[in-house]
């Protein structure tokens, strides 16, 4: 017989009329929300909708301004991180916050008062080890963080959480740094963590990837929820329009008949990794005009070294980087900027933007020292303002306001205003490295257009990322790369993923797999 107390059993958390604002701005309004034993809860919403803003609430990193928080039935009123990890509740962040010169085993320990002198270096090891075996999530428990790859170090996140056994788990964008093996592997692990009974609320912008591990969905749209359905009852486009209000197509790329002469041209080059080995090893490519060569590979096969290595920002150890006919390898990046290299860092907030300065501010940035935004000495504000103004229409950042840093402008936003800035130089070769990563369906949209604006404007664009479909949809030519090197190579029109991925993974194309 059914136990009526099971049957209306209270979600794991609930919320109840949360508001949540930032300089009178609201994140998150009127929010219910309920999760319950057992499900993968997915969140979604355009950039700035209130999702990182919900789950920080959750996770007691933010205190709403009003509405309450229940866990099995009971208010709860979290005032830390640490208070909520007490009651059970963790959070991988969209920024990962691991100490990246301690080991995997050292990083599961800190902060967990059982630890100590309770266990010694190998107890902990073997528990990192079993942890990671358990969820078919292997990590190497005495590696240091910084050895690891960037889907390894979120591994290391979420066996922190285990490791602290939570049964609530948060992930914001957990995917956006993953291949779409590592994905799979994620998915797998979260499978078998609801089918234990936890609870994990999963945020992304891939609806393919809602569809394929949550079981129900909650929408936000500037801050308040739109809908909640059960994902097996959500079309993708049903979800996609819910989260803009209205239906919404990809750009998608007509093939350019007009590419123009060689102007980014790379021979043999050699570029070193921090440990001094060689990531990029004798690799060789041209870019021309008005034309898109994106470069496939995993995350990790050299292509960082690359694009610093081309822009300036590592050293070259070997090969040259020619710009228009004219040798760059070891010119300075200020004065490669000049000769016309744009460029768009996977890591927008350490090396693209300055965090602090306001979003105007940073839009002016790399003409700060020219007319009009100074004269002599002496900056105009004005000329800044102006600019400022324009750019933040134009490509429709959202949520600036003056005088707030720009590291608080959700992660879609940061991306349009660093490719505002950057394509409204005067420049002659975009580098763009994962240009659309964490960004919703309406800017990746945007991001987009604008790629390909660019090349239809005669600009020789390296696009350089780890999502097959950006590729695919934005690239003239395809060249993929593996261990430093080039490894295949297609037009757009014989390029498909699965052949990029087989190349991607190492296999050769004499070799069939
Ligand atoms: N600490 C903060 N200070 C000021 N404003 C903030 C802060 N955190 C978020 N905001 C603002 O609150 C709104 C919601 O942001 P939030 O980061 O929750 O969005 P999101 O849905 O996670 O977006 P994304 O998909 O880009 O990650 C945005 O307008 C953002 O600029
Ligand atoms: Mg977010």
């Given at each position: 017989m059914a136990d009526p107390a099971q049957i209306s059993t209270p979600p794991a958390v609930e919320l109840r009329k949360i508001d949540k604002s930032f300089y009178g701005v609201?994140?998150?309004?009127d929010v219910d929300f309920s999760l319950s034993r057992g499900e993968v809860h997915a969140l979604l919403g355009e950039n700035g909708a209130g999702k990182s803003t919900l789950c920080s609430v959750i996770a007691g990193l933010y205190r709403p301004d009003s509405g309450e928080m229940l866990m099995d039935g009971e208010v709860v009123d979290l005032k830390s991180p640490k208070d909520a990890l007490a009651a059970g509740i963790g959070m991988v962040y969209q920024h990962f916050r691991l100490?990246?010169?301690?080991t995997v085993a050292e990083n599961l320990a800190?902060?967990?008062?059982?630890v100590g002198l309770r266990l010694s270096q190998s107890e902990l090891e073997a528990e990192a080890r079993e942890l990671g075996e358990r969820y078919d999530f292997?990590?190497?428990?005495?590696?240091?963080?910084?050895?690891?790859?960037v889907g390894q170090q979120q591994r290391v996140e979420i066996l922190k959480l285990l490791y602290r056994n939570v049964r609530i788990l948060i992930l914001d964008?957990?995917?956006?740094?993953?291949t779409p093996q590592e994905g799979q592997a994620l998915f797998r692990a979260m499978r078998s963590l609801a089918d234990e009974g936890r609870s994990l609320i999963f945020v992304s912008h891939k609806l393919h990837e809602v569809k394929q591990v949550s079981d129900r969905v909650t929408v936000l749209r500037e801050g308040r929820v739109v809908g909640e359905v059960a994902t097996a009852d959500a079309e993708p486009r049903d979800l996609a329009r819910m989260m803009v209000g209205k239906d919404l197509e990809l750009p998608t790329r007509e093939p350019n008949a007009a590419i123009g002469e060689p102007v980014l041209v790379v021979k043999d080059l050699v570029v070193a990794d921090d440990r001094g080995l060689?990531?990029?090893?004798g690799l060789s490519l041209t870019v021309s005009a008005g034309e898109v060569v994106g470069i496939a590979g995993?995350?990790?096969?050299g292509q960082r070294e690359l694009a610093q290595g081309i822009v300036g920002l590592m050293k070259v150890s070997g090969g040259s980087v020619e710009l228009s006919g004219k040798?760059?390898?070891?010119?300075s990046v200020l004065r490669k900027i000049k000769r016309g290299i744009a460029y768009v860092p996977q890591n927008r907030l350490g090396?693209?933007?300055?965090?602090?300065?306001d979003t105007e501010d940073n839009l002016a940035l790399k003409q700060f020292r020219e007319p009009p935004y100074s004269n002599g000495p002496m900056l105009n504000q004005k000329a800044f303002k102006t600019k400022g103004a324009e750019l933040i229409k134009g490509f429709d950042i959202r949520g600036v306001r003056p005088?707030?840093?720009?590291?608080?402008?959700s992660g879609g936003n940061l991306q349009k205003a660093l490719i505002a800035r950057e394509v409204t130089q005067d420049h002659c070769v975009l580098i763009a490295r994962?240009?659309?990563?964490?960004?919703?369906v309406g800017a990746t949209a945007v991001v987009r257009e604008q790629i390909l604006a660019e090349r239809d404007r005669g600009i020789a664009v390296l696009l350089i990322s780890e999502d097959l479909d950006e590729l695919l949809a934005l690239s003239d030519r395809l060249v993929v790369i593996y261990e430093g090197k080039i490894v295949g190579e297609m037009p757009a029109s014989e390029a498909t993923a699965e052949r990029l991925g087989l190349l991607m993974s190492g296999h050769s194309e004499e070799q069939p797999a």
């Open positions: 609201l994140a998150n309004a100490v990246s010169n301690l800190l902060g967990n008062p059982e292997p990590v190497d428990p005495t590696a240091r963080i910084w050895q690891l790859s964008e957990p995917t956006a740094v993953l060689d990531a990029v090893d995993v995350s990790g096969n040798d760059v390898t070891s010119t090396m693209g933007l300055a965090p602090g300065l005088g707030l840093p720009i590291r608080l402008l994962s240009p659309t990563r964490g960004l919703d």
